[in-house]
Antibody
């Protein structure tokens, strides 16, 4: 059974950093891209970025314009975990962050990031 | 960015009755490999989105047959043949041919 679980969320002040993790199981992690999405309170879904498979995509990343230059994505294929490093956090980054597999079919339960002074 | 526009933004459905949601994209979602990258999700309150339909009309694992998707190019429709109480939530369309973008969401109430 495919399973994804995000962790690492919390309350931080503007300008601070946070690293989210997406732990996976049930599929061949190295063969798939991992995408990150977010949902601000009471709002719709927004794509944040994805990291391609090392095998098929060189592990390259694409990021939404709203986070480019502040967020970076990485992956550890030996552990089946993907990461998003979020620097220079702003209040508008407050959201539940979800990871999804490369097919967009399986999502984690989400982790809440709150950026507030 | 590809803009996705959903209509209506809210819908009230009687149990057992059909329902339909439309989604229009600002560009064609047809890839050169003949796949059309259009997805439908349902997000129930307090839960993460769950995939219902991928590639316009393919039901994801475990999705009831009452859900169906259709369309091509830039215009797509999600239909519920007979709405059930469990179908309440917000429905989103998403395009995956380019960097993903979502429709605004359609809130469906079953009453």
């Amino acid at each position: 059974e495919v399973h994804l679980a995000e962790s690492g969320g919390g309350l931080v002040q503007p300008g601070q950093s946070l690293r989210l993790s997406c732990a996976t199981s049930g599929f061949t992690f190295g063969d798939y891209a991992i995408s990150w999405f977010r949902q601000a309170p009471g709002k719709g879904l927004e794509w944040v970025g994805f990291i391609r498979s090392n095998v098929y995509g060189g592990g390259t990343t694409e990021l939404a314009a709203s986070v480019k230059g502040r967020f970076t994505m990485s992956r550890d294929d030996s552990k089946g975990i993907a990461y998003v490093q979020m620097n220079g956090l702003k209040s508008e980054d407050t959201a539940v962050y979800y990871c999804s597999d490369g097919t967009y079919g399986y999502w984690g339960q989400g982790t809440l990031v709150t950026v507030s002074s | 960015d590809i803009v996705m526009t959903q209509t209506p933004l809210s819908l009230s459905v009687t149990p057992g009755q059909p329902a339909s949601i439309s989604c229009k994209s600002s560009q064609s979602l047809l890839h050169k490999d003949a796949t059309t990258f259009l997805y439908w999700y349902l997000q129930k309150p307090g839960q993460s989105p769950q995939l219902l339909i991928y590639n316009v009309s393919s039901r994801f694992f475990g999705v009831p047959e009452r859900f169906s998707g259709s369309g091509s190019g830039t215009y797509f429709t999600l239909k519920i043949s007979r709405a059930a109480a469990d179908d309440a939530g917000v429905y989103y369309c998403m395009q995956g041919i380019d960097l993903p973008t979502f429709g605004q969401g359609t809130k469906v109430e079953i009453k």
